[in-house]
């Protein structure tokens, strides 16, 4: 179930960002690093790793991606070290201006995390924000980037796109010969009707609902609305202003009871239902909903290493007259169903859910 949004082309659109925030990207690995001749390695790193994606890059999500990939970068070699992710926080914050949610979905960490690395970072630092502000200005402002090195980034980009490319057709490979040699053992055999329910056991695992997706990994499901996870609930964002408490869904510890919310926000196109689970014991097997012209499978995200919770949502906005069908059901109506993986129904919505 790959993202629906869509993306940039490569070629002179990623020459012409690199041009344009090469200086800007040197300025914050500089404050993250607290080294000129780093900062630039960091920048030109993270431009060469983009380089080789920038296919799939969301066109209206280019700057997260690529602050994401400049953090990243900076932080994997320092892997567990407290005060460079607290660091990390506060030049987000004062010198990129992030608001914490952001900060949190580029870090993949939960909003309280970033508060608190940015109020130990505050103390240590022993400045207020108005002044740490003032010191990141004033140790860029004389920061003079080499001019940006386009030709290599591009070169560099397209050798490491290959190499993915080489990597990921040989591990295909490699899953797929023994699959192949089965299936031709079984022909041999004479298996002919066991074949075809492999077939078909193949192609509903192709066409699976149900989506892993990494800590803070941005999901685009709607027209305009686009899901992410963190590791202490699920989050959103729809075209429309919502409450605070919308935006951010705890999920119960292990052995709460499970439970699925549904809600209904105005799109293009009519209504986007969605909801979150949690408390399964295990990876859910399916979401159902029911619509104005039945019932319908929904997609499913779930955060890698953590089954027993996700966001679903409806394959499509729903039309105003299915809407009015719903919002017709009688107080006893359930229109949201999960199974777990052995088909057994594991949680329903409330009653009067669109009252929630």
């Not at 400049?70 to 506060?90: F, I």
């Not at 104005?292 to 919770?309: E, F, I, M, Q, Y």
Request: charged share 25%.
């Amino acid at each position: 179930m790959p993202p629906t949004h869509a993306v940039l082309p490569a070629g002179p659109d990623f020459a012409a960002y690199a041009r344009t925030h090469w200086s800007r990207l040197v300025a914050t690995a500089r404050l993250l690093t607290d080294d000129a001749g780093a900062a630039e390695e960091l920048a030109r790193r993270t431009l060469v790793r983009m380089c080789a994606r920038w296919r799939g890059v969301p066109r209206d999500d280019v700057d997260f991606h690529v602050r994401r990939c400049l953090v990243r970068s900076h932080l994997r070699p320092l892997r567990g070290r407290r005060a460079a992710r607290r660091r990390t926080v506060l030049v987000l914050r004062m010198w990129e201006g992030l608001a914490d949610a952001e900060i949190a979905q580029v870090l993949g960490c939960s909003v309280s995390a970033v508060r608190a690395h940015a109020r130990h970072g505050l103390k240590e630092a022993g400045d207020e924000p108005v002044r740490l502000r003032e010191r990141y200005a004033r140790a860029v402002e004389d920061l003079v980037p080499s001019e940006v090195p386009l030709a290599g980034l591009q070169t560099q980009g397209r050798l490491r796109r290959r190499r993915r490319l080489a990597v990921t057709s040989t591990a295909c490979v490699a899953l797929l010969t023994p699959v192949t040699v089965a299936l031709l053992s079984v022909d041999r055999i004479g298996g002919g009707a066991q074949d075809g329910a492999s077939g078909a056991r193949g192609e509903r695992s192709a066409t699976s609902p149900v989506r892993v997706v990494a800590p803070g990994e941005r999901v685009t499901v709607g027209p305009g609305v686009r899901v992410w996870l963190t590791a202490d609930g699920g989050h959103w964002s729809v075209p429309d202003a919502l409450p605070q408490d919308d935006n951010h869904l705890p999920v119960d510890g292990p052995g709460g009871a499970a439970a699925v919310s549904a809600r209904a926000d105005t799109v293009q196109g009519g209504f986007f239902l969605s909801g979150l689970f949690r408390g399964l014991r295990g990876e859910p097997g399916r979401v159902e909903v029911r619509t104005g012209d039945g019932t319908t499978t929904a997609k499913v995200l779930v955060l890698a290493g953590s089954p027993g919770w996700g966001v679903w949502y409806a394959p499509a906005p729903l039309p105003g007259e299915d809407m009015k069908t719903l919002l017709s059901l009688g107080g006893d109506e359930r229109i949201v169903t999960v199974y777990d993986a052995s088909g057994k129904v594991a949680a329903r919505s409330d009653r009067e859910w669109w009252r929630i």
